[in-house]
């Protein structure tokens, strides 16, 4: 690795600020010392990104194209510069300069193209694969604006509109040498070509022009820049005479406002199709430019199109880019003239899907007359890919018709690219042991039987560098004190904690890093929120997207109840807490909202209560997202994965808390299993119903809430709390829709998430984690096993078995070369 040299680092800083905005050290804001800082720190990694790309070359390496719609990379500056090991370098540079670090990290926006987990999750994979030196592409959008600003007023959420590049983006690099164009609607026509054969030819179609970005994805401390590339739109050319002498001006208009319209807004929905035509345009946009790149820069140095998947795979992150499987056929028939058999063979063998979801209302699938409109070309494709399916089908199950009703791509007026990519894909994975269970004999029960050797499951990770060396340095540095720094780029390493378990004086120290991370947090929350919390009591933290599925409602119903008892018997021993909350809504959920606005009325009511003494707090914190996550996982004992069993596919949260030593209070959802696999149940508080016995319910219809409602007088008191203004101010109507919910379910069966049900066994996991922290010594011991146990939940140990099984990529050395 080169070495970050002090003296030229703090040269380059101050001839950006000189280059960039005119101005010395002294006259700089902050923002223009990031942006100063930031061109110094990529100027020192463009090196390694050129010598990854020509090694990558030389080597004729297989490269994995990991497809998102989203990328939630969070801040780029802090995490390259602790992956270029140059924290010490760079920290005593900006410092001599006269500036902090921390202030200069946090000029930066996040990064935040993307929703939750799906999105962070490709973020995490890229850092892995860097890291391990796999050749990787990942592919997406340049959202013009990313996930929307949450601004919390009156207890309501409020969306504001993310403007990441108003101060431009140091690192990305425009490439217009690499442009392409996307084409949509017109029809589709036969021609002859020059040798005379059939030509399927896409005409009066609407075309932009996509553009890509690249971002560096720095590993640590190996010279590997792997590039997160990113498309814009631009009109294909500005208004041309030609255009208005042909009459075209309305149609040179309408391909501008195209352009203009693709890569404006990342739809702010999670695990929810709601089935807009933009969004269908961004999935085809992305895509095709990816696609249609990727097979070019294989025909520069290769002269066979039907042996590109030797060197190509494509990864579908969800089904959101599975028009990939069209894009491609196309693209080899159309462009190529391989027959569909040939294309077919190419296609199967390089594109492989990942399922993050079993939540039906998050399957996509799309009206066919929309999709045929939009994408005439590739719905024929399609079109044809199902009929042989269905011949296939029909083969394989000569006495069932039901199959073809089950498993048909196109059904019922709809595309389901579910089905599409469990057809194209020589691999389909669920993303924790649990949900591939569920996938294989529930939700894709019929799939799974008929083609058995495409299912796999690649059980989820983080990665340890942000969430840990970067997020939490006081922790990270202790450990590395007690067993060395292999636990970074082997995160199974950090097992030989284990032997501190037990020992006082680590447990001590162990604990006095939390306390020192409550503190960092009760000050962020202070600044953030006004709200003051005591950093010795218990920190339980619950963040994440807000669904009804995780629910947030049985964590608040729980506080209304505790908030009760503590009312009704003062005296109580009883533990403080401090119930912290971070979750943004969808836009249009209008419960999901509700929901917040039960969290911040209920935190009003009882953080204003002089009565119970600040026993306890509730806070919620506005605007989660990466940058402050990172100070609440650090800060947090009690981590709450609370998911309605089954629903979950794995969650990433749980992951990082664990690795930060808080405590699992879970249900046995998603990854959530395996957590206590490896860090045995009595170091977890785990409760509820298991996935079996909710999908039981599920079938039989045997859940009656209101029997509950009936025989549980606390239940009920807290119930009737949400439509007797208890937190409303006499608003009987605030919360209605939630308690109705519960009750009533208005159509769809009451408390479809079972937080009735669970909620006895909830509380009394609550009163175990009570009575657990008061025992200091076996609390210590339990955090730190959590931390000494979290090997597994590295994505680097998930990106290994995906290299191995499913993309069969080969590691690469490289050497920077001045
Ligand atoms: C618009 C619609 C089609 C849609 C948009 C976003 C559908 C789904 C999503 C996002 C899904 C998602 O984030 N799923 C989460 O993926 C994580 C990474 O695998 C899992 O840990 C988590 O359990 C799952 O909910």
């Not at 309501?156 to 431009?168: I, M, S, T």
């Not at 696609?291 to 820069?297: E, G, S």
């Not at 066994?761 to 979290?790: C, F, G, I, P």
Request: proline share 2%.
């Amino acid at each position: 690795m080169k070495e970050l040299n002090k003296v030229e680092f703090k040269k380059e800083v101050e001839d950006y600020l000189k280059v960039l905005f005119r101005k010395s050290i002294n006259e700089a804001d902050d923002q223009q010392k990031f942006q100063a800082v930031a061109y110094a720190v990529k100027d020192f990694i463009v090196d390694q990104w050129m010598a990854t790309h020509r090694t990558y070359e030389e080597q004729d390496v297989k490269t994995v194209y990991y497809l998102s719609m989203e990328f939630l990379t969070g801040r780029a500056l802090g995490n390259i510069i602790i992956n270029l090991k140059g924290n010490q370098a760079i920290k005593d540079a900006i410092e001599e300069l006269g500036m902090d670090l921390d202030v200069i990290e946090d000029q930066e926006p996040d990064a935040a193209l993307g929703n939750g987990g799906l999105g962070r999750l490709a973020a995490c994979f890229l850092d892995s694969l860097s890291t391990l030196g796999y050749p990787a592409y990942g592919c997406g959008i340049r959202y013009k604006y990313g996930m929307f600003k949450q601004v919390i007023e009156n207890g309501y959420q409020l969306e504001k509109p993310d403007d990441w590049l108003k101060y431009g983006n140091p690192f990305e690099i425009k490439r217009p040498e690499y442009a392409v164009e996307v084409k949509f609607g017109g029809y589709v026509a036969i021609r002859k070509d020059e040798c005379g054969r059939d030509k399927f030819v896409q005409e009066n179609y609407q075309s932009v022009r996509a553009i890509p970005y690249d971002l560096p994805i720095v590993g640590y401390n190996n010279n590997v820049v792997n590039t997160l590339r990113i498309w814009d739109a631009e009109p294909i050319d500005t208004f041309n005479l030609d255009s208005f002498d042909k009459g075209d001006y309305q149609k040179a208009v309408e391909q501008e406002n195209l352009a203009r319209t693709i890569c404006e807004v990342l739809y702010p929905n999670d695990n929810h199709m709601a089935g807009k035509e933009l969004r269908l345009k961004q999935q085809y946009f992305f895509v095709s430019a990816s696609i249609q790149r990727a097979v070019m820069k294989y025909m520069e140095k290769h002269d066979d199109i039907r042996k590109i998947h030797e060197k190509v795979v494509f990864q579908l992150n969800d089904t959101h880019p599975t028009v990939t499987v069209a894009e491609l056929m196309r693209i080899l028939m159309d462009e190529y003239n391989l027959s569909w058999d040939e294309a077919w063979d190419v296609t199967t063998k390089s594109c492989a899907y990942t399922n993050h979801t079993i939540m039906s209302e998050a399957l996509e699938k799309w009206p066919l007359e929309l999709f045929s409109r939009l994408l005439p070309r590739i719905y024929q494709i399609i079109e044809e890919i199902n009929r042989r399916f269905v011949l296939q089908i029909q083969a394989a199950y000569p006495d069932d018709n039901s199959k073809v009703e089950k498993m048909a791509i196109i059904y019922d007026g709809q595309v389901k690219m579910a089905h599409l990519a469990i057809a194209a894909g020589f691999s389909v994975n669920g993303v924790a042991k649990l949900h591939t269970e569920i996938l294989k004999h529930q939700e894709l029960k019929d799939f799974y039987e008929m083609m058995p050797e495409k299912f796999n499951n690649k059980t989820n990770g983080i990665t340890q560098r942000r969430f840990l060396l970067h997020g939490n340095p006081l922790l990270a540095q202790w450990i590395t004190d007690k067993i060395g720094d292999d636990w970074i780029t082997n995160l199974k390493h950090i097992n030989e904690l284990s032997v501190y378990a037990d020992d006082e004086l680590s447990q001590k120290e162990f604990m006095n890093i939390k306390y020192k991370n409550k503190v960092r947090l009760a000050k962020y929350i202070k600044e953030h929120n006004g709200i003051e919390v005591d950093p010795r009591s218990i920190f339980d933290v619950q963040v994440k997207r807000l669904h009804e599925y995780k629910r947030q409602l049985l964590n608040i119903l729980h506080v209304m109840y505790l908030y009760n008892k503590l009312k009704q018997n003062p005296g109580m021993d009883f533990y403080p807490r401090t119930f912290i909350f971070g979750a943004k809504a969808s836009a249009g959920y209008m419960r999901a909202k509700s929901i917040i606005k039960l969290i911040n009325s209920v935190g009003d009511v009882i953080n204003n209560d002089a009565s119970i003494n600040g026993k306890i707090k509730v806070v919620f914190i506005e605007n989660y997202r990466v940058s402050n996550a990172e100070i609440i996982f650090a800060a947090a004992d009690v981590s709450e994965q609370i998911s309605t069993a089954s629903k979950e596919a794995s969650g990433t949260g749980n992951m990082k808390f664990m690795l930060n030593g808080a405590l699992t209070l879970g249900t046995m959802d998603g990854a959530n299993v395996e957590i206590v696999d490896e860090v045995g149940e009595e170091n977890a508080f785990i409760f509820g119903l298991s996935s079996d016995e909710v999908i039981a319910y599920e079938h039989n219809g045997q859940y009656n809430p209101r029997d509950i409602y009936n025989s549980d007088a606390d239940i009920r008191a807290v119930l009737t709390q949400l439509v007797d203004g208890t937190y409303s101010q006499g608003n009987f109507e605030e919360f209605r829709d939630i308690y109705n919910s519960l009750l009533d379910g208005q159509g769809g069966r009451p408390d479809m998430y079972f937080i009735l049900k669970d909620f006895r066994s909830y509380a009394e996991a609550q009163e175990r984690v009570e009575a657990a922290y008061k025992d200091e010594k076996k609390w210590a011991r339990s955090a730190m096993l959590n931390t000494a146990k979290s090997g597994k939940f590295s994505s680097d140990r998930t990106i290994e078995e995906y290299a191995k099984e499913i993309w069969h990529l080969d590691k690469v050395k490289v050497e920077v070369t001045d």
